[in-house]
């Protein structure tokens, strides 16, 4: 087993917060997660054999659109993930300002 504590931001709410501890906790492999809403802390015990570190951040990433990891056992942490939909979208409400 390993275990892995991730500092996140651009939570704002503990319903919000819920949903990446649900998340996970359905995710087969994953032992335990629990997120501490206050510290923004998430702290996630999984099978090392059945998931990867990218897996846990991508499974972290679907649950909460715009969540950012900024910390990963206590190391400044590089997010580089970008929603495919978020061009879309700007382009969607660009284009009806323009009519």
Same mark, same amino acid.
């Given at each position: 087993?390993?275990?892995? &504590?991730?500092? +996140?931001?651009?939570? !704002?709410?503990?319903?919000?917060? /819920?949903?990446?501890?649900?998340? +996970?906790? #359905?995710?087969?492999? &994953?032992?335990?997660?629990? /997120?501490?809403?206050? /510290?923004?802390? /998430?702290?996630?015990?999984? !099978?090392?054999?059945?998931?990867? !570190?990218?897996?846990?951040?991508?499974?972290?990433?679907?649950? +909460?659109?715009?969540?950012?990891?900024?910390?990963?056992?206590? #190391?400044?942490?590089?997010?580089?993930?970008?929603?495919?939909?978020?061009?879309?979208?700007?382009?969607? +409400?660009?284009?009806?300002?323009?009519?």
């Amino acid at each position: 087993m390993k275990k892995n &504590v991730y500092r +996140l931001a651009n939570i !704002d709410c503990a319903a919000c917060a /819920l949903k990446i501890e649900d998340k +996970l906790n #359905q995710t087969l492999g &994953v032992e335990s997660a629990s /997120l501490n809403f206050m /510290l923004m802390k /998430l702290f996630v015990t999984f !099978d090392e054999k059945e998931l990867s !570190d990218e897996q846990i951040e991508e499974i972290i990433h679907k649950a +909460l659109s715009g969540v950012r990891i900024t910390e990963k056992n206590n #190391q400044k942490f590089e997010d580089t993930y970008v929603e495919e939909n978020t061009n879309i979208f700007k382009r969607i +409400l660009f284009d009806r300002r323009k009519k």
